[in-house]
């Protein structure tokens, strides 16, 4: 196994180790940061892919042609 991988194994378990000994108050504060770190990552995901040069553009250019085209059943 590289050395690289053995060294972040072993950061990971240290990281988990000192999760669990996190009082309920900071682990809840560090649940909501990790909440939060993945909620922007998600965005900035979408974001990236919806893009005009994104990977799902070409999708979009097909869903904006038939909405123009009446191709749509509006949501109630």
Do not use: C
């Not at 770190?37 to 893009?51: G, Q, T, V």
């Amino acid at each position: 196994m590289p050395l690289a991988i053995k060294m972040r194994q072993m950061r990971l378990a240290e990281i988990e180790k000192a999760v669990d000994a996190l009082s309920p108050e900071d682990l809840a504060k560090l649940a909501a940061y990790i909440a939060r770190h993945d909620k922007l990552a998600w965005d900035e995901e979408i974001e990236r892919d919806f893009s005009a040069d994104g990977k799902h553009a070409d999708s979009l250019k097909k869903i904006d042609a038939q909405i123009e085209a009446g191709n749509f059943t509006p949501l109630p």
